[in-house]
């Protein structure tokens, strides 16, 4: 399909989509829960007070466009950050533009959400509808992975509790007591919102952080998990998500064809939602034509440090068809977290490993260190790649696919 | 305004009908298997049901003269015990041709082979030729969760069914996985996790092994059907030994109520790496391939850690162990006064004083916090058939017509499945495939 | 034994030649060539074309050499090791070692749209020119070397081997698996493998393919009952593999290189494409053991039966006197 064409389609449903909305309900609507906020910003702003320990965010949750690495465009499913823009009061005007930031606004990888040990963490999902697929009225969620000790009404599975219909707002809430790296997905039709890009980066600061430890000769303040003794001290982190597409599953979603879920092969490899060389493009990419003008792809894989510093590498795996190990080449790395754990016996026994490479299958998580030698020039560069080695390119595209560059400043 | 109202008349989706079968039927906290010293075993062919209506040839080991079964039955043993596997082949092929040889291979076991049924040589083990048996044993030294399956031709004899569980409980007791303290459980499931490739079973089905000599399907293996103990859900879900179900009698429903453990023995039955991820909480993984995670004897699972994923691989076994209280979610999962008068409760941690209740596990630090949103209006939202209709745990509420219904007691469900979410399909249907629901329910709601 | 002809008959001989060269060559100064070969699959006459790594024999063959896994290296804990390559291939050849740290140089090309791609992990060899790479103070355990240059291409097409560095305390004795695959069908005109064009048929264990009725592959480690067994297991295959050694349970003790702070008992182990994984075994009885990937890649271009499965001879007492030096381990006889 050209983008022409694509285009006019859209005119089209965005259209409907629109008139649609006044089939809901009069009480229906975009409400963002976040307290100390008075217009539905999920921020605080002039005189509102954020009460402390309080963090808010309000999710869009919809379509659009992202383009691959070697140039191909694809239709996602996705979420926007719709955070900082007025909701209140309703109807009509400050909803529709949460709408229309939403629709077509959906990001992949997701909005990466970062809270800090004893949050309390207001999440508002608004479902703004899929401006290219107005046959669909899917509800979605927010299934936060991982959360430890979880009640099933915030726990976004559709089947054990409820989802959000277009055009209304859910909240969600999450007392943050547990520290490490998770990650965060629709679950509605999960095996197709996932495939089609529902997915994102989510970690929880330990509370040891802003103290002073000292490890290996170094001062840190900032800790991958609370682990008393500095071990897990870091200088730089970086989220890291495995995720891939299959194209064919994207082109059939976007033409309104069938989508034999069971059938799905993934041939775009990505890190972050990008595939290489553009995992290393430090900024975000261009829109894609087919947004509007909608950045859709925010998140760098590049990792930078300087000589001698400790990163942190928050892996964590969110594709749907398989299991990806990803390995370092020219450097090992040390690992210190599964799973959102301390690697820790019950009875403490330290149980870090060093490795070249980690096997996650989707739904898991790995913490792991990177010591940059402290006689590093600036310009060494290391590599984060799959050793699943087929999947080094984007499609049949060669030299692209899993792999991102540690780069020493 | 939340009200405990009975429902007293559902729809009930065909999708998860099974599982109210479940709830009228004994749902089975313990492991179904098959218990004793000496097992006959009989290879036979027989054929799978999947919920979209499939049907495919498997080959099964059966308890005896019983049928074929997929997954093979779960031998329970006692450690110490010297265990004796008697294995006839009485396998058919199409077209008429000679049977294969079939076996049993016991990794994690030292397998001696009885001279009364030596079997023929084979690649891995003795094996029974079409007609014969052959008699392996062991001494169930350790206590553990093991995994056995066939040695013969195993690409296409284990892909066909010829795989199971064998379960050894310690001395220490029933309920520990392990003989230590750490290794205790209140309740406990088995999810042995297969995939399939039914273009194998059909050339199998159609023209005998030889079927598959010339394709790429071992080699080129594309799995478009994944189960939990032989089932796929919402089958996984249904009644054990359900009679339309007549070749897969295990099903996989795990229910627990709040502070239990429930150990899960998780078996990579098939070929394929699985992520199972267990939504609620994160389980300590203890042992893999029937060994304690310990540092040193007695220790004790010093080793372990915890997971919110469980990585089972193939031919090796995970014992991991469940824990839910709802600790710290900030809010009372029992309602509180402003939610009714009937959600006033107390929370009693005196007698065993680990800031729980010491009934109903109830986290004592976050009893009377309010439910802390609220949530949009019924119109707004899309309902689960597991909804009670309720935030609470034990909670009812009206839900529209039609809505909800697969849970009567108000139990918080949880779904544990394979996060490859492409295996948790039937074909082109989700939820289905490598899928159950964990029912914690509220306590006091009897289980079983 | 002149060199030529060792080239000429060169498929199993390989890993015996190493070992001469290397127990030689304890200065760590080893020198390979990267040349194309063929490799006659067990069910066919009909040879495919391979790349590999072999001792370099000082100017390019003239004609495709017998492919086999590249040759078992050694190296000395704490020392530095160079690696000199000549490359007898058409394009760009390069030599890694991922589990050894090291300043890497990498090369690179400008696409279409002004972006810059790594196609090689650290400097080449020229097609007919020469390379040098050196590995300092490395650390002792077992490794994968293999090509930096178009992975994706020239890995699966044959450019491994095996690096094994120092030895291990707890045994004396050591057997060498390494496993990989070959998709025939992107080794006629040798191209890259994709995530959906990658459909290997031959699954090898220390470069061989057991292929039913035949022959099951031994490896002998001279390894006897009530004596510790090390068994390094290296997947330079693009998929990942889960040996299941059938009976006793292994030790499980590094990876990569890297000790583990607690080893774990299994019978069967993750070997994930690239990884390297050490395990030790006290075997109490004598006899064969099977060794097989519980994945099941154990079929051969399609049959059933074949594919990724050998047997450990284990030794009787009393013990055989002979003992064999370190880099016969994966020898298969």
């Known amino acids: ?409 | 305004m939340h009200m405990r109202v009975i429902k007293t008349a559902f729809q009930v989706t065909v999708l998860f009908a099974a599982f109210l079968l479940l709830l009228t039927v004994n749902a089975g906290a313990m492991i179904n298997g098959i218990t004793g010293t000496t097992f006959n075993l009989t290879a036979k062919t027989g054929h799978i049901s999947t919920p979209d209506g499939g049907s495919y040839l498997i080959w099964g080991y059966a308890n005896g003269t019983g049928l074929a079964q997929y997954p093979g039955p779960t031998l329970i043993v006692n450690q110490g015990a010297l265990v004796r596997v008697k294995l006839t082949n009485n396998l058919t092929v199409a077209g008429g041709g000679t049977p294969p040889n079939v076996s049993i291979v016991f990794p994690g076991q030292q397998v001696t082979i009885a001279s009364a049924d030596p079997g023929v040589p084979g690649i891995l083990t003795k094996e029974a030729a079409s007609g014969k048996t052959v008699t392996y044993q062991f001494t169930a030294t350790n206590p553990g969760t093991y995994t056995y399956y066939s040695g013969t031709d195993s690409a296409l004899q284990i892909e066909m069914g010829f795989m199971g569980t064998i379960i050894v409980r310690p001395t220490k007791g029933a309920n520990f996985a392990y003989n230590h303290q750490d290794a205790k459980f209140d309740r406990e499931t088995l999810f042995l996790l297969t995939e399939m490739d039914p273009r194998i079973h059909q050339a199998v089905e159609n023209f005998g092994p030889a079927g598959v000599v010339g394709t790429d399907y071992l080699a080129n293996y594309f799995p478009v059907l994944w189960f939990i103990n032989g089932r796929a859900a919402p089958d996984t879900m249904a009644e054990p030994m359900a009679p339309w179900l007549p070749y897969q009698p295990y099903n996989c429903m795990p229910m627990m109520h709040p502070g239990e453990k429930l150990l899960m023995r998780v078996v990579g039955g098939g070929r394929d790496l699985h992520p199972f991820h267990h939504h609620g909480s994160h389980a300590r993984v203890i042992a893999r391939d029937g060994q304690l995670l310990a540092s040193a004897p007695n220790t004790g699972p010093d080793l372990s850690t915890e997971v919110f994923t469980i990585q089972s691989q193939p031919g090796s076994t995970i014992d991991a162990i469940f824990e839910w209280t709802g600790k710290g979610l900030g809010w009372d999962i029992y309602g509180t006064a402003a939610d009714g008068p009937e959600f006033i409760h107390t929370c009693n941690d005196t007698i065993v004083v680990d800031g729980f209740d010491d009934a109903t596990h109830e986290y004592c630090a976050d009893h009377d916090k309010p439910f802390p949103v609220t949530l949009p209006t019924n119109q707004e939202l899309a309902f689960g058939g597991f909804y009670s209709g309720s935030p609470f745990l034990g909670s009812l509420n009206s839900l529209p017509p039609g809505q909800g219904g697969l849970n009567p007691n108000g139990g918080y469900t949880y779904m544990w499945h394979s996060h490859t979410e492409k295996e948790m399909v039937n074909y082109d249907i989700f939820p289905g495939g490598m899928m159950t629901m964990l029912l914690i329910e509220a306590p006091g709601v009897p289980i079983n | 034994m002149n060199r030529t002809s060792l080239l000429k008959c060169l498929r199993i001989p390989v890993l015996l030649l190493v070992a001469f060269f290397s127990v030689a060559s304890s200065s760590s100064a080893l020198n390979l060539a990267a040349v194309e070969g063929r490799w006659t699959p067990p069910d066919s006459a009909v040879p495919i074309t391979m790349w590999g790594f072999i001792p370099d024999p000082g100017s390019c063959p003239g004609a495709p050499v017998a492919w086999n896994v590249g040759p078992l290296q050694t190296g000395t804990s704490g020392a530095n090791l160079t690696i000199n390559l000549r490359n007898c291939l058409s394009e760009p050849v390069s030599i890694v070692i991922p589990g050894q740290n090291t300043i890497l140089t990498p090369q690179t090309i400008t696409d279409g749209q002004g972006r810059v791609r790594v196609r090689a992990f650290t400097n080449e060899a020229a097609p007919g020119g020469t390379a040098s790479y050196t590995w300092n103070n490395i650390k002792a355990g077992t490794f994968l070397y293999q090509s930096g240059s178009n992975p994706a291409k020239q890995v699966h097409m044959g450019l491994y081997g095996s690096l094994v560095v120092g030895k291990y305390s707890e045994a004396t004795k050591d057997v060498l698996l390494l496993f990989s695959e070959i998709d025939p069908a992107l080794h006629g005109t040798p191209a890259s493998a994709t995530p959906l064009n990658y459909k290997p048929k031959y699954f090898l264990i220390n470069g061989k393919a057991y292929s039913s009725g035949q022959p099951i592959p031994v490896v002998n480690g001279n390894t006897q009952v009530n004596k510790n067994l090390l068994i390094r297991f290296a997947n330079a295959g693009l998929m990942s593999h889960t040996p299941v050694l059938q009976g006793p349970h292994m030790t499980i003790i590094a990876e990569d290189g890297n000790r583990y702070p607690y080893a774990r008992k299994q019978y069967s182990v993750l070997l994930a494409a690239g990884k390297t994984l050490d395990a030790i075994w006290r075997p109490v009885k004598s006899g064969t053991y099977a060794l097989y990937d519980r994945s099941l890649s154990l079929s051969s271009n399609g049959a059933p039966g074949g594919g990724m499965l050998v047997y450990l001879d284990i030794k009787p007492f009393p013990w055989v006197l002979f003992t064999a030096p370190i880099t016969s381990g994966g020898a298969i006889r």
């Open chain 1, 1 to 409: 399909m050209n983008s022409i064409l694509k285009y006019s389609i859209m005119a089209v449903s965005v259209g409907s989509f629109l008139s649609m909305m006044s089939v809901f309900p009069a009480n229906a609507g975009v409400s963002v829960q976040c307290p100390g906020d008075t217009d539905g910003s999920a921020t605080w702003t002039g005189s509102e007070v954020q009460p402390p320990n309080t963090k808010c965010m309000h999710l869009g949750a919809g379509d659009g466009f992202i383009t691959m690495a070697d140039g191909l465009s694809q239709y996602i499913f996705g979420f926007s950050n719709l955070t900082g823009l007025v909701t209140r009061p309703v109807f009509p005007a400050p909803a529709d533009d949460v709408m229309m930031a939403g629709m077509l606004g959906a990001s992949f990888p997701a909005p990466p959400i970062v809270l800090d040990e004893g949050d309390e963490f207001y999440l508002t999902l608004t479902n703004v509808g899929m401006a290219v697929r107005p046959d669909l009225f899917d509800p979605h969620t927010v299934h936060y992975h991982g959360f430890p000790q979880a009640a099933p009404i915030f726990d976004g599975v559709p089947d054990s509790s409820i989802s959000i219909n277009m055009g209304s707002s859910l909240t969600y809430y999450y007392k943050i007591n547990d520290p490490g790296t998770y990650m965060y997905h629709c679950h509605v039709e999960a095996a197709e919102h996932m495939q089609m890009g529902m997915v994102g980066n989510l970690y929880v600061r330990p509370a040891q952080d802003g103290t002073t430890k000292i490890y290996g000769g170094k001062t840190y303040t900032r800790f991958a998990y609370n682990d008393g003794d500095g071990s897990t001290g870091y200088d730089v982190d970086y989220p890291i998500q495995i995720g891939s597409f299959d194209s064919a599953f994207h082109n059939a979603s976007e033409a309104v064809q069938p989508l034999p879920f069971a059938l799905m092969v993934d041939n775009y490899p990505m890190l972050n939602g990008r595939g290489y060389p553009d995992t290393v493009n430090p900024a975000s990419l261009p829109a894609p034509a087919e947004n509007g003008g909608k950045v859709s792809q925010k998140e760098s894989s590049l990792v930078t440090a300087d000589r001698g510093q400790r990163v942190l590498l928050r892996i964590s795996n969110l594709n749907v068809t398989r299991f990806y190990t990803l390995g370092s080449m020219g450097i090992s790395m040390n690992v210190i977290g599964k799973d959102a754990k301390l690697l820790r016996g019950p009875d403490g026994k330290n149980l870090y490993y060093k490795t070249n490479s980690v096997t996650l299958g989707g739904g898991q998580s790995v913490d792991a260190i990177i010591d940059i030698p402290a006689d590093a020039i600036s310009g060494r560069r290391y590599f984060l790649y799959t050793t699943n080695l087929n999947y080094l390119s984007n499609d049949t595209e060669p030299f692209g696919g899993m792999m991102t560059e540690i780069r020493v400043n």
